[in-house]
């Protein structure tokens, strides 16, 4: 098993910026692609961002060039940096973890419960 715990969450204005943080305690990120996805009452989860045990990352489309996904070994933590954020972007994050790095929440072994972000002036 592996808890996955989320904070960094809150809300901005539009333009604003957030850092994400996610933590493994006890746990390595070594054996798995580290992942943030997030989600919007009503709507499916939406992959953001990935991040394989060798630092390869990889993004959604509506995301590149604004967040930047990455992690400290040494620490066990996860970031996600959020910058120029849009009302678009607000919806809880959640951290994942999975075997084979994906966008697909059905590809995910594990779930952190998330953090909220709301963008709103």
């Known amino acids: 098993q592996m808890r996955l715990a989320e904070s960094g969450g809150g809300s901005v204005q539009p333009g604003g910026s957030l850092r994400l943080s996610c933590a493994a305690p006890?746990?390595?990120?070594?054996?798995?692609?580290m992942a943030w996805f997030r989600q919007v009452p009503g709507k499916d989860l939406e992959g953001v961002a990935t991040?394989?045990?060798?630092?390869?990352?990889s993004y959604a489309k509506s995301i590149k060039g604004r967040f930047t996904v990455s992690q400290d070994n040494a620490k066990n933590i996860l970031y996600l940096q959020m910058n120029d954020l849009k009302p678009e972007d607000s919806a809880t994050y959640h951290c994942?973890?999975?075997?084979?790095?994906?966008?697909?929440?059905?590809?995910?072994?594990?779930w952190g419960k998330g953090t909220a972000v709301t963008i709103s002036s």
């Open positions: 994942a973890a999975a075997l084979i790095c994906t966008f697909t929440y059905s590809g995910v072994d594990y």
């Open positions: 006890g746990r390595t990120f070594s054996d798995y692609c």
């Open positions: 991040i394989d045990s060798d630092g390869v990352t």
